[in-house]
Each structure stands twice: as C-alpha cells, then as structure tokens.
C-alpha cells in the first residue's frame, strides 16, 4: 500500500516557523517529483513547492524566500520549512507524489 503520511502542522504565532514532514511508505520520495500544496479556507489547492527526483526545487512566488524543501533519503521522507509564518499561510498542506498520490494534509494555522 502506498501512502503518504504529514506531520508537524499546528498553531503558531505570526513570523514563527514550521517544519512539515511527509512520510512515505510503498514509494520511493526519490522516484517521484514530490510536492508540497496548500489549501486556505475558501480557496483552490495551490502549489508552494516541489522537489524532483534530480534534486531540483521548486517554489511558489507566494513564498518564495520563506520555504525550503528537502528530503532525507534514508528516511524516505520529504520535508517543508516554512520561515517568517504568516495568518494568510493558514492552510491544510498536503504532500504529494507525482500529483497523483495524496496524503491526509496537516493543518497550519497563523494567529496570535
């Protein structure tokens, strides 16, 4: 069974960071262009940042400066640190893999 599992989500105060992980079991993160969207309240899934199997990244104009996106091989997992957080990152971020394998989100939410 494939799966992704996030963690690490939860409530912060604005300009604190976060970091996300995304487990993976039945693939390998380093197959597969992992990415990392978001989903605010009332709004479309947006995409915030992507890793490919090359070890390129991607990242969201929305958050550029504020995101880093890496993998641990050996732990077959992803991870998204979020810096200088925002009430407007609330959000569920969800990994992942080829946007075709998704896993259950983890909510983020900014507030003071």
């Known amino acids: 069974e494939v799966l992704l599992v996030e963690s690490g989500g939860g409530l912060v105060q604005p300009g604190g960071s976060l970091r996300l992980s995304c487990a993976a079991s039945?693939?390998?993160?380093?197959?597969?262009?992992m990415t990392w969207a978001r989903q605010a309240p009332g709004k479309g899934l947006e995409c915030v940042s992507a890793?490919?199997?090359?070890?390129?990244?991607y990242y969201a104009d929305s958050m550029k400066g504020r995101l880093t996106i890496s993998r641990d091989n050996a732990k077959n997992t992803v991870y998204l640190q979020i810096n200088s957080l925002k009430p407007e990152d609330t959000a569920v971020y969800y990994c992942?893999?080829?946007?075709?394998?998704w896993g259950q989100g983890t909510q983020v939410t900014v507030s003071s």
């Open positions: 992942s893999a080829a946007l075709d394998i």
């Open positions: 039945g693939l390998t993160v380093t197959n597969s262009v």
């Open positions: 890793i490919y199997s090359d070890g390129r990244t």
